[in-house]
């Protein structure tokens, strides 16, 4: 009887596991799509914040669009560029990033910038 209640609690053991496991590497492939995602956006679009928004950081990407749209009036747009240099060096990080490490990095530990 204690052989088939230890075999029992094994095999509950490795279904926990594996529901566990499963879970993780969903939230990796929902962190490699935003990571493309944010990436392409921010080479494309950064200067507007877009991938700042896309990662769910909305203050650091309402600073970007004030920064672009408002001193880019004022400055003639070398603020506009600036930010969007910014947004290029960005892009290129996400993407070149594993996707676990920019899953820790920008979805786990919220780091906004570079």
């Known amino acids: ?61 309402i600073i970007m669009l004030v920064v672009t749209i408002i001193l880019g009036a004022i400055t003639c747009g070398i603020a506009a560029s600036l930010v969007g240099v910014v947004g290029l060096i960005e892009g290129i990080i996400y993407l070149t990033k594993s996707d676990e490490e920019f899953y820790k990095t920008y979805q786990v530990g919220k780091k906004p910038w570079f």
Do not use: C, P, W
């Open 1 to 61: 009887m204690s052989d088939k209640k230890n075999l029992n609690d094994a095999v509950d053991g490795a279904k926990e596991s594996a529901r566990e496991f499963t879970q993780g590497a969903n939230e990796i492939a929902a962190g490699e799509n935003k990571k493309i995602l944010a990436g392409i956006l921010a080479i494309l679009l950064g200067a507007f914040g877009v991938h700042k928004f896309i990662l769910g950081y909305q203050k650091e990407g």
